[in-house]
């Protein structure tokens, strides 16, 4: 039986090394590909308006809802919060997800962020002769720091794959996020999901950025209360970055040196230039109520 996947992208400008790269290979094995940014960091300052314009440019085959930061509440009238409370910018995060759904007609849907990299034609080959999927599972993906051939030793669960009929659309909104939606999932799930070959299909990236960037992401995005993350990231790119990029993650990994890259985000190039056709028809801008607005038809 065919079933069709749609991959939802969670993005932010802090991440534009990778989000070409992870379209580009979501494509080869989605029916749908839509990629949700909030128009503010989930610290409350406004986006990189220029990366943005340049990332909806570069990628017109794709779909991209961008979606309004709200000062004092949140899309959700079950989560009253404030920006004080701790959990606020992972709400943030969790929203991005939450809002994607509404956008989607698949019958599966892939959760992935900008800095996953999933290699598309694997994936696409486990997907279609996989013969029985749970309803939910969490892929296996390997995690890198500093550069490209850096990579931990141990291999985690990070991106969401589950049967959208299954879904209950509100377990997305936690502080937890993608683990708290498989987590509290009540049907037959699954974990460390590895593709034919036996190895992770995912490569995450998340640290693989410079200093400069590195400390932007620490400032902005949506673990930003968890750590003393200046410290932790002058401690990475130190001296002996071999020894102290595994420090970034929690809890700290092993790391090691691999042969050759399956991407490398440090040669893509940071624009500095304005665009100049800045008509984007790829692009749909939305708020809470048009989000509400949604749900109750996907009720």
């Not at 909030?38 to 794709?62: K, V």
């Not at 709200?70 to 899309?75: A, E, F, S």
């Not at 002769?129 to 550069?147: E, I």
Request: net charge negative.
């Amino acid at each position: 039986m065919s079933r069709r996947i749609a991959t939802i992208i969670s993005y932010c400008t802090n991440d534009y090394r990778f989000i070409d790269r992870c379209i580009a290979e979501a494509m080869k094995f989605s029916d749908e590909v839509v990629v949700c940014v909030c128009d503010h960091f989930f610290d409350g300052s406004p986006e990189n308006r220029s990366l943005l314009e340049h990332t909806y440019a570069q990628n017109p085959g794709c779909r991209f809802i961008e979606f309004t930061y709200l000062p004092d509440r949140l899309y959700s009238l079950y989560h009253p919060m404030t920006p004080e409370d701790p959990d606020w910018s992972a709400l943030w995060a969790a929203t991005s997800r939450y809002v994607g759904l509404h956008y989607i007609e698949s019958d599966w849907v892939l959760f992935l962020d900008s800095d996953e990299i999933v290699e598309g034609e694997p994936f696409r080959d486990w997907f279609n002769q996989q013969c029985s999927l749970s309803d939910c599972l969490r892929l296996a993906a390997y995690l890198y720091a500093v550069r490209p051939t850096l990579r931990c030793k141990k291999v985690v669960n990070l991106p969401l794959l589950v049967n959208k009929e299954t879904l209950a659309p509100l377990t997305l909104l936690g502080p937890l996020e993608r683990i708290g939606a498989y987590l509290s999932h009540p049907g037959p799930k699954e974990e460390k999901i590895v593709g034919l070959q036996g190895r992770p299909l995912v490569h995450h990236y998340s640290w693989v950025r410079t200093k400069e960037e590195a400390l932007q992401k620490g400032a902005t995005w949506s673990h930003r209360h968890d750590r003393d993350w200046v410290s932790v990231i002058d401690e990475a790119y130190g001296e002996k970055p071999k020894e102290k990029p595994g420090h970034l993650f929690d809890p700290p990994m092993e790391m090691e040196e691999i042969d050759a890259p399956y991407f490398d985000p440090l040669q893509v190039q940071i624009p500095t230039v304005a665009v100049l056709n800045r008509k984007f028809l790829n692009v749909a801008k939305v708020n809470d109520r048009d989000v509400f607005l949604k749900g109750l038809e996907f009720l």
